[in-house]
């Protein structure tokens, strides 16, 4: 499986921006698809996950309420929209795969950056 992520941006405090990551190779076998970032410093953190499926969507505590995970099986792409953006949410956020409810994020992306300015 191959991700490749896009929307990469510069935004204000408070704007927003979308991601998208679309899967190709065994994309077909997608499990679960979820976004994780990496500020300057710091380890990499979860952000968002879902299923193939429709099933449950998980958020970190931190972007709750602002991010929106989804996804477009006809296109193969998973979508992260960030709303009322604040600059800790600045960092390079990547996508990730999985083929089977076992897997580990066993399939990356290559990061986008993300900076938020005050």
């Known amino acids: 499986v191959q991700l490749q992520a896009s929307g990469r941006g510069l935004v204000q405090a408070g704007g927003s921006l979308r991601l998208s990551c679309t899967a190709s190779g065994r994309s077909f076998s997608v499990y679960r698809m979820a976004w994780f970032r990496q500020a300057p410093g710091k380890e990499r953190e979860f952000v968002a996950s879902?299923?193939?499926?429709?099933?449950?969507?998980y958020y970190a505590d931190s972007v709750k309420g602002r991010f929106t995970i989804s996804r477009d099986n006809a296109k193969n792409t998973v979508y992260l929209q960030m709303n009322s953006l604040k600059p800790e949410d600045t960092a390079v956020y990547y996508c990730?795969?999985?083929?089977?409810?076992?897997?580990?994020?066993?399939?990356w992306g290559q990061g986008t950056q993300v900076t938020v300015s005050s």
């Open positions: 879902i299923t193939w499926s429709g099933g449950p969507t």
């Open positions: 990730a795969a999985d083929l089977n409810p076992y897997g580990k994020n066993d399939y």
